[in-house]
């Protein structure tokens, strides 16, 4: 009888060990399960934003790309302009025209200077050459 009553207590005593364990364990399961999802968030919303961050980049670049064709492209047609003035105004020949207008045999200074009294007798207002 005794050995039964010892081996009853130590089977309470181990069952209630077990459900001690198992009371903790829940727990702690629950937390690390909640923080393995928030890592997976986590992880997954950092590749997103680094997968957005690569394509604005690129947009981006392409934009600023094609922001100075077209600069590129004005700059052109004004000095184009500015030449096609030159002929009609002055009589000058296209050729003529080109090597007093060209970008490289004056400063942008001097070109300024030279087109301004053109610009303000031909009665054209709003000419901005600033940014040559």
Do not use: C, Y
């Not at 198992?22 to 690390?32: F, G, K, N, Q, V």
């Not at 980049?57 to 700059?75: D, F, I, P, V, Y």
Request: glycine share 2%; charged share 15%; no cysteine.
């Amino acid at each position: 009888m005794l050995r039964l009553n010892a081996l009853k207590n130590a089977s309470h005593e181990f069952a209630t060990t077990q459900v001690e364990r198992s009371t903790l364990a829940h727990p702690w399961e629950a937390d690390i399960n909640i923080n393995w999802v928030r890592a997976v968030a986590v992880a997954t919303a950092s590749s997103e934003i680094a997968h957005s961050n690569h394509d604005l980049s690129a947009r981006t670049e392409h934009q600023a790309s094609a922001l100075e064709q077209t600069a590129s492209s004005l700059k052109s047609q004004a000095q184009e302009l500015v030449q096609t003035v030159a002929v009609f105004k002055w009589g000058a020949s296209p050729m003529q025209a080109s090597r007093r207008f060209s970008s490289t045999a004056f400063t942008h200074d001097n070109q300024r200077a030279e087109l301004q009294a053109p610009v303000a007798d031909s009665g054209v207002v709003g000419i901005n050459l600033d940014n040559w």
